[in-house]
């Protein structure tokens, strides 16, 4: 049974940090493009990162670049995203999720389409407040 399973997520003041993880079971995590979708109360799910399969180029969206960091572990089959400097604005249910073949991995724009990945993970609530 292929199968995503989130962690990490939590309550955090602002600037302070998370680690996400995404572990998979079932598949070969390197296999497939891995995308990071976060979606707010009220707001439609949006991309934040994805790791490409083919070469591991990485993507991010403009309001987290630099603070928000996605790495893979092929050992332990698991995908990570590290957040830092979070701002009340990052505060959202994350979902990782697992997309193959060439169209979802052609570019950014596409990482960040929901309906390209096959598979997601039940989602890991992150609250940044004081």
């Known amino acids: 049974q292929l199968q995503l399973v989130e962690s990490g997520g939590g309550l955090v003041q602002p600037g302070g940090s998370l680690r996400l993880s995404c572990a998979a079971s079932g598949f070969t995590l390197n296999s497939y493009t891995i995308g990071w979708f976060r979606q707010a109360p009220g707001k439609e799910r949006e991309g934040v990162s994805c790791?490409?399969?083919?070469?591991?180029?990485?993507y991010y969206t403009e309001s987290v670049r630099g603070r928000f960091t996605i790495s893979r572990d092929d050992a332990k089959n698991t995908v990570y995203l590290q957040m830092n400097n979070l701002t009340r604005e990052d505060t959202a249910v994350y979902y990782c999720?697992?997309?193959?073949?060439?169209?979802?991995?052609?570019?950014?724009?596409?990482?960040?389409?929901?309906?390209?990945?096959?598979?997601w993970g039940q989602g890991t609530p992150v609250t940044v407040s004081s």
């Open positions: 999720a697992a997309g193959v073949g060439p169209t979802v991995q052609r570019n950014q724009r596409m990482c960040f389409k929901p309906h390209l990945h096959d598979y």
């Open positions: 790791v490409r399969a083919s070469d591991g180029t990485t």
